[in-house]
């Protein structure tokens, strides 16, 4: 059976490390709900260096392509930033459904109580 796409987004905060492992944690979490996770942040920051425009331009880019190309928008944590705004209006346009990661596990049945 083929896994839908679901696009990981949020408000990435704290030291590479941190963010990489908090990242492969909600990719865990989406895998384990019955999606193919799609993070660019933990690929692409492995190749492209944000702090040169045009890599940084590359990235959002690259990853809006990604979210085109997913079934579902899943928004991580409890903070919503810029990036994340932008990205469910993104979605909204394109008519992806967006949720958060409780709505993906509560319609999965999944939901830790």
Known sequence: MKR???YVTAAWRGGECEVMEQAAKYCRIIYDAGYSPICPMLY??????????EEHK????MGRDLLRRSRV??????YVNEAVKNDIAVAQRL????TTLDGILTVKGQRQR
């Not at 590359?58 to 880019?61: E, H, Q, V, W, Y």
């Not at 928008?73 to 409890?78: A, E, I, K, T």
């Open 44 to 53: 692409l920051p492995l190749f492209l260096n944000d702090a040169v425009p």
């Open 58 to 61: 590359s990235g959002i880019d």
């Open 4 to 6: 839908p796409l679901a």
């Open 73 to 78: 928008l899943v928004v991580c944590g409890s």
């Open 95 to 98: 008519g992806i459904t967006a």
